[in-house]
């Protein structure tokens, strides 16, 4: 169970390293931006979905959202920004 844990970690990080390269292309679009910032405004933020004081659930759930939230805005990326954004990606 712990290699698939450090597998998952090793994907979610290539997607966030990936999203942040493509958020900091000059030809982003905006909405790829905003996108960005609510994901990061949901981590920090003190209000969640499930309250994180819950046990178990309340982590769970920035567990699989952020990494689903992540994944579809990369989807969004316009196809040569993405292509650059992969080519700088560290493997």
């Known amino acids: 169970m712990f290699k698939r844990l450090s597998l998952l970690w090793a994907l979610f990080r290539g997607d966030a390293r990936q999203l942040w390269f493509a958020v900091r292309h000059p030809r982003a679009p905006r909405a790829l931006k905003v996108g960005a910032g ?40 316009p196809p040569d920004i993405a292509q650059e954004a992969a080519e700088r990606r560290p493997r």
């Open 38 to 77: 609510l994901i990061v405004l949901y981590l920090v933020s003190p209000i969640d979905i499930i309250p994180d004081w819950l046990p178990f659930i309340g982590v769970v759930d920035d567990l699989v959202l952020v990494p689903l939230a992540v994944r579809w805005l990369l989807r969004q990326v």
